[in-house]
């Protein structure tokens, strides 16, 4: 089977030529997305749906013959407006020291800090203590792994009828991440990550928190179809177009790695689809509510607008604006027979030292279409310079590379075939 593909692999080779890939208009894509204009493209100001609109008309533009939208809604908690933090009066940075867990409420006032002593950790202490007057309404410090491994006593720390303490600071380490996809809730008690360096020694805490509750808030896939001789099948190219949004007024998450790199790719495949006609007809999703758990795949495949059965094979693209030369991936139960062709074109063309093939996961829109059966592939290039960025400010047009782009749009459209 092997040698096959790999005679496979190699026509495919001769029959594609190089620089197929429009890599002019995929830093165009990936420029235009990750810029102020979207405001990272969450869902408080609308930047995700203005980069839908955008995404729309490129797909118009690169010769799609059809594009559509697929609506569907979210309950999603958001920060866009006051968002501050002082330690010990010192103001710190939001998106750099500290930032909300997503399902945090809002906060105002100022607080003692209570440490956990996780050297001598005594549940019973700590609930103690915060009875204590000096302890009044404290917001309790603790490593965020520490408390992830003790999440029943936590969990009754971030209860309103569970402990008498205002809030939790958990720390983590520099760069401060940001996330949505627990964000279809809100809490009890607010929930801070603030870096160690940011809280150390600091007795108290002034939090000036705006929190913005989106209920049944209204998103779109966008759909585009590139015909091909027959009707009869499909081939799926997938990436979401949303990111993190606003933490505040003044601060937002460009995502240029995550995930306007990968859109991009999906916008240059279309482009080529559409000047070399293929034998399949070829969609082109790009999928809102990623980054809140997957929202927007989890709709399409439960309200798919081309039949699951139909999908020959689904790409998912997330991630790749990075120079690790080797290509992280994951495939379905259904597409590993498809792996063999993978490593085929790969070797044959030289486009990365390995494809490293990690476990099945829930953490990109891959994932609902493999539970359901359909043959799929996850495509990620991580660990390069542009990985420590990502859910962070820095993650813009500055860090993002582009070096692994042209090894990507080669490997897909090498395993597609003429």
């Not at 969450?42 to 609109?53: D, E, V």
């Not at 809490?187 to 705006?210: H, M, N, Y």
């Not at 006609?277 to 439960?302: H, K, Q, V």
């Amino acid at each position: 089977m092997c040698k096959r593909f790999l005679i496979a692999a190699m026509l495919v080779a001769l029959a594609i030529p190089a620089g197929a890939q429009d890599a002019r208009l995929f830093r165009r894509v990936v420029k235009e997305l990750a810029s102020a204009k979207y405001q990272g493209r969450g869902y408080a100001r609308g930047g995700a749906n203005k980069a839908g609109r955008y995404l729309e008309r490129e797909f118009r533009k690169v010769g799609a013959d059809e594009v559509t939208r697929q609506h569907f809604t979210i309950d999603i908690n958001t920060f866009p407006g006051t968002v501050k933090m002082w330690a010990d009066g010192h103001r710190l940075r939001p998106g750099v020291d500290f930032s909300m867990r997503e399902y945090s409420p809002g906060v105002h006032g100022e607080f003692p800090v209570y440490v956990i002593d996780t050297a001598a950790f005594d549940p019973d202490r700590i609930f103690a203590d915060l009875d204590r007057p000096e302890y009044a309404n404290a917001m309790v410090c603790c490593d965020f792994w520490f408390s992830y491994k003790h999440r029943d006593v936590f969990s009754r720390l971030q209860k309103a009828d569970g402990a008498p303490n205002a809030g939790l600071l958990f720390t983590w380490a520099a760069p401060i991440k940001f996330f949505k996809a627990y964000g279809h809730r809100v809490v009890d008690k607010p929930i801070v990550w603030v870096t160690p360096e940011a809280i150390e020694g600091v007795s108290r805490v002034k939090l000036d928190v705006d929190n913005e509750f989106l209920s049944g808030y209204e998103l779109f896939n966008v759909v585009a179809r590139v015909d091909g001789a027959r009707h009869d099948s499909c081939y799926v190219f997938t990436a979401h177009y949303d990111h993190l949004g606003n933490l505040g007024r003044h601060v937002y998450y460009p995502g240029a790695n995550d995930n306007a790199s990968g859109t991009a790719t999906i916008v240059t495949l279309a482009a080529y689809y559409a000047a070399h006609r293929p034998e399949f007809d070829m969609y082109f999703i790009a999928f809102s509510g990623e980054d809140a758990n997957l929202r927007g795949s989890t709709y399409f495949a439960e309200h798919p607008l081309v039949p699951l059965e139909q999908i020959r094979f689904l790409f998912n693209i997330d991630m790749i604006g990075d120079d690790n030369p080797a290509l992280y991936c994951e495939l379905s139960d259904a597409g590993m027979p498809w792996f063999p062709r993978f490593e085929a074109v790969n070797a044959s063309q030289g486009l990365f030292t390995s494809l490293e093939r990690g476990e099945l996961a829930a953490n990109s829109d891959h994932y609902p279409f493999a539970v359901r059966g359909v043959p799929c592939i996850f495509l990620e290039n991580q660990e390069g310079s542009a990985f420590p960025h990502y859910h962070t400010p820095a993650d813009n047009i500055r860090t993002v590379r582009f070096d692994s782009y042209p090894g990507v749009f080669k490997l897909v459209t090498g395993v597609v075939g003429p």
